[in-house]
């Protein structure tokens, strides 16, 4: 199709013609972008009299969130990882714990539990792949600036420190035997073992976790800031617009607390 003949309803069919190829919203958003930037240039150069990317419709038909792991389900899968081995649980109860993605929770180590039981993430940390060579970490970007610090409880905090001091030798990394980096796709091995030795469903994701933390620290009625900086978003508008759900939960829990005390409970 010739540039200058290209329509809005081109640009939404295309749209649509992903979507059913089924291409995530978030790599259609990212071709259209390429285009509609692509198309300023155009009108920039007199190629094209108008953006018709900048007009099209982007937003999908909204779709009913998913149901979060359970609390059980979350225990069996860190139950069945301790089967395969301690070091398995304890990447899977970071995950949950700490909101952690892959790359962050390969990139861990022992010195990153501070001594106020506080744990360093570096949320630059990036997985890149190149063919037949196993994944490398890079940061990606500043370490101070991408770097957050969450709280531990009790329970995760003596786990770090006992396997800390059984595999003293094994070198620097939480999820490594030597002094390499470990491979980030040892932690999905765990996972996908884990899921398949726990019986949960096989749609659920390593990634699942990090939701899960943030479901459930929103609907138990911690507010949205703090749980945005646990999970590393710069901007909470991000944690409420992937976690509307667990806002509206928190929201309900509100009204029940107003009713019982306007019924006269304290």
């Excluded at 200058?4 to 081109?10: E, K, W």
């Excluded at 094209?48 to 069996?76: F, I, Q």
């Excluded at 570096?122 to 970007?141: Q, S, T």
């Excluded at 094994?170 to 040892?186: H, K, L």
Aim: net charge positive; no cysteine; glycine share 6%.
């Amino acid at each position: 199709m010739k540039l200058a003949r290209l329509s809005v309803a081109d640009v939404e069919r295309w749209h649509a013609r992903l979507r059913s190829a089924d291409v995530g919203e978030a790599s259609i958003r990212n071709q259209h972008q390429a285009l509609r930037a692509a198309l300023t240039q155009a009108v920039r150069w007199g190629w094209v009299a108008r953006n018709v990317a900048a007009l099209a419709r982007l937003s999908a038909a909204k779709r009913k969130p998913r149901a979060g792991m359970s609390p059980a389900e979350v225990r069996a899968v860190i139950d069945a990882a301790a089967s395969i081995d301690p070091v398995a649980a304890l990447a899977l109860r970071l995950a949950a714990v700490t909101g952690a993605r892959r790359a962050e929770l390969a990139a861990l180590r022992w010195e990153d539990l501070r001594p106020d039981h506080r744990l360093s993430i570096d949320g630059a940390i990036e997985v890149v792949r190149v063919p037949n060579r196993r994944p490398k970490l890079v940061d990606a970007g500043g370490k101070t600036a991408n770097q957050r610090t969450v709280a531990l409880d009790a329970d995760t905090v003596a786990a770090i420190e006992t396997l800390a001091e059984e595999r003293s030798d094994g070198g620097p990394w939480m999820f490594s035997i030597d002094d390499d980096p470990p491979n980030p796709d040892r932690i999905g091995y765990w996972w996908r073992r884990a899921r398949e030795i726990a019986g949960i469903d096989e749609a659920w994701r390593l990634h699942d976790l990090r939701h899960w933390s943030a479901t459930v620290g929103i609907s138990r009625g911690h507010d949205v800031r703090t749980v945005a900086g646990r999970l590393g978003h710069a901007n909470p508008a991000m944690t409420l617009r992937v976690y509307a759900h667990a806002v509206e939960a928190a929201d309900e829990a509100v009204a029940t607390t107003l009713g019982e005390v306007l019924g006269g409970e304290s």
